[in-house]
């Protein structure tokens, strides 16, 4: 079992900068592969970015690529998104996610789920 815990969710400017953390409970965290996920109001969750279980592989969505840097800490137990230069179309609740092992950009593939974090940013 894994817990999820995201924060460092807000209200930014276009052009800003936000990070968002996702704290994982147990001692398995090493062993999942962590993936940040997005929903905007009337839109279906899409895969925002993802990082396999030994931080060898990292997989960005096309939107966010060359902005969003996804990182993890063994010792904090916590995986991060960095995101840079924000657009008002980043605006969405973030999810963080977690599977065994592997990266994957499939949505229905990650077996544990944060509650989500606000990110909304203003033209």
């Known amino acids: 079992q894994v817990q999820l815990v995201e924060s460092g969710g807000g209200l930014v400017q276009a052009g800003g900068s936000l990070r968002l953390s996702c704290a994982a409970s147990g001692r398995t965290f090493s062993s999942y592969a962590m993936g940040w996920f997005r929903q905007a109001p009337g839109k279906e969750r899409e895969f925002v970015a993802t990082?396999?279980?030994?931080?060898?592989?990292?997989y960005y969505a096309d939107s966010v690529k060359g902005r969003f840097t996804i990182s993890r800490d063994y010792a904090k137990n916590t995986v991060y998104l960095q995101m840079n230069s924000l657009k008002p179309e980043d605006t969405a609740v973030y999810y963080c996610a977690a599977r065994p092992r592997i990266a994957v950009v499939a949505t229905t593939n990650y077996e544990y789920w944060g509650q989500g974090t606000q990110v909304t940013v203003s033209s």
């Open positions: 990082i396999n279980w030994d931080g060898g592989n990292r």
